[in-house]
């Protein structure tokens, strides 16, 4: 199911043993737009530390209650490596990160979270401690060398300029997440100017060009003038099936939703 960004913030993470904070952030992976980690605020827990939840810990959500159930007890996410979020997330850090929960290294193999990341070892055997970490899928021995991954902030992405073919105008207002893949489906497209609302529209990842960091600006292979005529957006839109079917018969994008399962085991 498609869940807004925006409502992700505030959730909070319930550890096997309690709650542990509420999600601030997300981390994704601008190659591949998938979400990497939740970042929790602790709050007086731990005075506001900020920790990282990678997506294979989660075992269950409730969107009415606004909770997400993690495989992890407080004393564990007590005693996790202390990391700067305020900053680029090295690669060097995951590493720590992952090597201290034994999660599977995700950049080893190139895939998704739900679509490939962690092929070969069903999810459950990490939240089980089935898993071995010498037995982890995507751990090439060189890997601390590859340099810093390509993380963002949504935070920060939110309010990025949107640069079209032929104009530039409105800028990022979310991001719609399928909460079973965790992948970015859609950017959502505020067309008003500074401390001005516009029309909202729904502009898929596919159309995505490039995004110019050092700009802040996401260029989208589309004119104007497509973007705008898109089926209506609301935030409180239901975006069933039969709206996506619209809005990717609009743009001409492929319907991810008739790709073939992925291999989880």
């Known amino acids: 199911m498609l869940r807004s960004f925006k409502d992700t913030q505030g959730i909070a993470i319930q550890a096997t ?6 999600v601030r952030d997300v981390f994704f992976d601008a190659e591949q737009w998938t979400v990497r980690y939740f970042v929790i605020d602790t709050g007086p827990w731990l005075l506001g530390r900020k920790v ?31 990391i700067d979020t305020d900053r680029p ?13 034994r999660w599977p290294y995700y950049w080893g193999g190139g895939g998704l979270i739900g679509t490939g990341a962690y092929v070969g070892v069903a999810p459950e055997a990490y939240l089980e401690g089935k898993a071995e970490p010498e037995a982890l899928p995507g751990t090439p021995a060189d890997v601390a ?8 902030s949504a935070r920060e992405v939110a309010g990025y300029k949107i640069g079209a073919t032929d104009d530039s105008f409105g800028s990022v207002d979310d991001f719609l997440i399928d909460d079973e893949a965790w992948l970015i489906r859609y950017l959502v497209l505020d067309s008003g100017g500074f401390l001005q609302s516009g029309q909202k529209y729904l502009v898929g990842v596919p159309w995505i060009e490039y995004v110019s960091w050092a700009d802040r600006k996401v260029h989208v292979d589309l004119p104007r003038a497509k973007i705008e005529a898109a089926p209506v957006y609301t935030p409180d ?6 709206y996506e079917e619209r809005l ?12 073939p399962s992925p291999r989880r085991e």
């Open 145 to 152: 060398s590859q340099g810093d991954p390509n993380l963002h």
């Open 17 to 22: 043993d309690g709650e542990i904070g509420k």
């Open 237 to 242: 839109l239901r975006l069933d099936r039969e």
């Open 52 to 82: 990282l939840i990678a997506p294979v810990a989660v075992r269950g959500l409730d969107w009415e209650c606004r909770t997400l159930d993690v495989q992890l007890t407080k004393q564990q996410v007590k005693d996790s490596p202390d």
């Open 89 to 101: 997330v090295s690669r060097q850090a995951e590493i720590a990160y992952h090597d201290y929960y």
């Open 248 to 259: 990717h018969a609009h743009y001409g994008l492929p319907e991810y939703w008739r790709e």
